[in-house]
């Protein structure tokens, strides 16, 4: 295609080459205002976010305990192909025996 061809398709299509001259980084903005942007969406954004995940977790943990569903041993679940290289091999590392099942049922069942 010509030159002329390509500007004008360009044209058309709404899309226009930026200026050779001008920077393309966001750096050239002044680095004082992006600091204090960032300082600002920290302390009114991302604090504020925190607070309110810990304030829902405190507020579901109050609720008291669950129930915990029932043991179906369904052969898809908790293969053991090789022990654990720790304790007796049947536990995982972080396991609750409340919550985490082994093979073959609850242990406090």
Do not use: C
């Not at 930026?18 to 992006?34: F, T």
């Not at 504020?48 to 043991?71: C, I, T, W, Y």
């Amino acid at each position: 295609m010509a030159a002329g061809a390509v500007s004008r398709l360009s044209r058309l299509l709404g899309q226009s080459r930026p200026p050779r001259g001008r920077p393309m980084s966001s750096g050239s903005h002044g680095e004082e205002g992006s600091a204090r942007m960032w300082k600002a969406l920290t302390f009114f954004v991302a604090l504020p976010g925190v607070g309110v995940s810990m304030l829902n977790v405190f507020l579901k943990a109050q609720h008291g305990e669950h129930e915990r569903p029932d043991f179906v041993p369904y052969p898809h679940l908790r293969i053991r192909s090789k022990p654990f290289p720790w304790g007796d091999g049947n536990h995982s590392l972080f396991h609750n025996p409340h919550v985490n099942p082994l093979p073959t049922g609850y242990e406090d069942e």
